[in-house]
C-alpha cells in the first residue's frame, strides 16, 4: 500500500512540474510573438495546480472501479 502512494505521488509531482513548464513556455512564446503579459504566481501555478487536482480524482474514481470489478 505504501508502496502504491509514493507511486501517485511521484506521478502527481511529475505531472505538475511538467505543466508548469509547459505553461511557462507557453507564456514565453506568447512573449516573444509581442503579447503584452502581466503576470503573478497565482498565473503560473494555478492551471497546473488545478489540473493535477482534477486528474487526482479521475486517477481515484478508476482505481475505485478497477477494484470494485475485481470483487
Do not use: C, H, W
Not at 39 to 58: K, Q, R
Amino acid at each position: 500500500m505504501k508502496n502504491e502512494i509514493t507511486r501517485v505521488i511521484k506521478k502527481l509531482f511529475l505531472l505538475f512540474v511538467s505543466m508548469a513548464i509547459m505553461n511557462l513556455m507557453l507564456l514565453g512564446i506568447l512573449a516573444m510573438l509581442g503579447f503584452s503579459l502581466t503576470g503573478s504566481v497565482d498565473s503560473y501555478l494555478m492551471p497546473p495546480l488545478f489540473s493535477t487536482l482534477v486528474l487526482l480524482f479521475i486517477n481515484k474514481m478508476i482505481t475505485r472501479l478497477d477494484r470494485q470489478k475485481e470483487k
